[in-house]
């Protein structure tokens, strides 16, 4: 790639084909493999970039698999229905071309809300879950659920827990009201099903500039 | 379901003790991304999961990570004690897949295509470098030879039959830069000076 000094635009860009590469020692590395023979008996190579602290939601859709076009038994399309694909065609002059990639999931949007607790209550909600605790009276209706809040409320509990959870599942139940943070009352059987709960340690502060945007706390991370 | 970080272990790795009793938003979300994984994988996990856990974390949480992802995505697996690749897929029409991980790293030292993430000198500015293009390409490559080196022995042995398929799962994260998603260069000079930057 290359770049315009001035104004930053990528001005070229491409690929090189590179079917060797050398070592430090001078001794050749094949970086094409699948094409040749001895290596049948592996159908294909997954990629996987993620880790502990930066993996998306769903698991695995970071994945790419690069089938071995010369594998027997070789890779069937859409066997693994994970993260995305290559998909390979013959080409006339030999090789092969990558005519599509194929996309199989979709990322899911994690939404880290926090929850003001004791420290007994924190235990009991670690070993069997959350439990409706909170009403909030609402156009005439009473609604029960847990709080949840955009930010980690110290000041009114001495212990926090973060809870994780696909925020498509908890956008309902966000609270209108103006606190200066955005809140939820997500029904307990919702959380304890779907949530991920872990002690927010007190010296940690939530991802700034997550007040005011509408994916509060979510990851957004590739 | 047993605790995953239940044991506190001093000749744990960083990573496992770090996550294990977070300090920090980032540790607290990477206890919470893996509490999420073992949820789904404890049932899955053989009896030396957690020490190896421990031992090995990001290894064996790559090898968490795969088979989960493989479950949510709907197919039925199962994760063979010590003598089989690490995850064997059982589709509906009777093809069996079976799965290898491994998770390389950047080299040690011994290794002449080692591949280092320079770092900036205290008190001085953030520096760019070239990204070793060649020699990341050279770590994947030699993962995936080993692995595949693997798989032949399996079948050789006949744990993998001549019917199965297997594939190679190769976790990119331990080799620095390598995750870069074909963005392969941090950048070859300053864009704002103009000054010409080497390798740190």
């Given at each position: 790639?290359?770049l315009?000094r001035?104004?930053?635009d990528?001005?070229d860009?491409?690929f090189?084909h590179?079917?060797e ?5 001078g001794s050749p590395v094949?970086a094409?493999?699948?094409?040749h023979?001895?290596?049948?008996h592996?159908?294909?190579a997954?990629?996987?970039?993620a880790d ?5 939601h ?11 076009p010369?594998?027997?038994p070789?890779?069937?399309e859409?066997?693994l229905?994970?993260?995305r ?7 006339v002059?030999?090789?092969?071309q ?13 939404a880290r809300?926090f929850?003001?607790?004791?420290q007994?209550?924190a ?6 879950g959350f439990?409706?605790c909170?009403r ?7 609604y029960?659920?847990?709080?949840l ?5 110290f000041?009114?509990?001495p212990?926090?827990l973060?809870?994780s959870?696909?925020e ?11 606190q ?5 009352l997500?029904p307990a059987?919702v959380?304890?099903?779907h ?9 940690a ?14 990851e957004?991370?590739? | 379901m047993?605790?995953?970080?239940a044991?506190?272990d001093?000749?744990a ?7 294990r009793?977070?300090k920090?938003e980032?540790?607290a979300v ?5 509490d999420?994984?073992?949820r ?5 996990a053989?009896e030396h ?7 090995h974390f990001?290894q064996?949480?790559f090898?968490?990570?795969?088979a ?6 709907g ?6 004690p010590?003598?089989a690749?690490d995850v064997?897929?059982q ?12 998770a390389?790293?950047?080299?040690d030292e011994?290794?002449s295509?080692r591949?280092?993430?320079?770092r900036a000198?205290p008190?001085e500015?953030?520096v760019?470098y070239?990204?070793?293009r060649d020699?990341i ?9 080993e ?23 190769i976790?990119?994260?331990?080799i620095?830069d390598?995750a870069?998603r ?8 300053n864009l704002?000076?103009g000054a010409?930057?080497?390798d740190?």
């Open positions: 790639m290359t315009d001035a104004t930053l990528v001005v860009s491409g090189q590179r079917p590469l050398l070592r430090g020692s094949d094409e493999p699948f094409l023979p001895g290596w049948e592996v159908a294909g997954l990629i996987s970039g502990v602290a930066n993996h998306p769903p698991p695995g859709h970071d994945f790419m698999l690069f089938p071995n010369n594998a027997a070789p890779y069937t859409r066997q229905p994970v993260g694909e290559w998909r390979l065609a013959p080409l002059e030999g090789g092969y990558i005519v599509e990639v194929i996309e199989h999931s979709k990322r899911i949007a994690i809300l929850h003001a607790t004791t007994e209550n235990r009991k909600i670690l070993a069997t439990v409706d909170s909030e009276l609402h156009q005439g209706r009473w029960s659920g847990v709080w809040a955009e930010v980690s409320l000041e009114l509990e212990l926090i973060l809870v959870m696909p498509d599942l908890v956008r309902q139940y966000e609270l209108p009201g103006d200066g943070y955005r809140r939820w997500v059987e959380i304890n099903r949530a991920t709960i872990v002690e927010f340690p007190r010296r502060k939530p991802h700034p500039g997550s007040s005011g945007n509408p994916q509060v706390g979510s957004t991370r590739s | 047993r605790n995953l970080f044991v506190d001093p000749n790795d960083a990573a496992y003790k770090d996550i009793a977070p920090g980032g540790a990477a206890r919470a991304n893996c999420d994984l073992w789904d994988f404890a049932p899955y053989s999961f957690r020490v190896e856990f421990r031992r990001h064996r949480w090898e968490m990570y795969l989960v992802a493989l479950l949510r995505a197919l039925t697996i199962e994760c063979p010590k003598g690749p064997r897929v589709h509906r029409d009777g093809r069996v897949l079976w799965l290898e991980g491994i390389p790293t950047g080299g011994s290794t295509d591949v280092v993430q320079p000198t008190g500015s953030s760019a070239y990204v070793p020699q390409a050279i770590r994947i490559c030699g993962a995936l030879r692995k595949a080196a693997r798989l032949m022995a399996y079948r050789q042995r006949g744990v993998i039959g001549p019917e199965h398929q297997a594939v190679v799962a976790n990119v994260r331990g620095p390598a870069l074909g963005r392969t260069f941090r950048a070859c000079c704002r000076t010409t930057v080497h740190a």
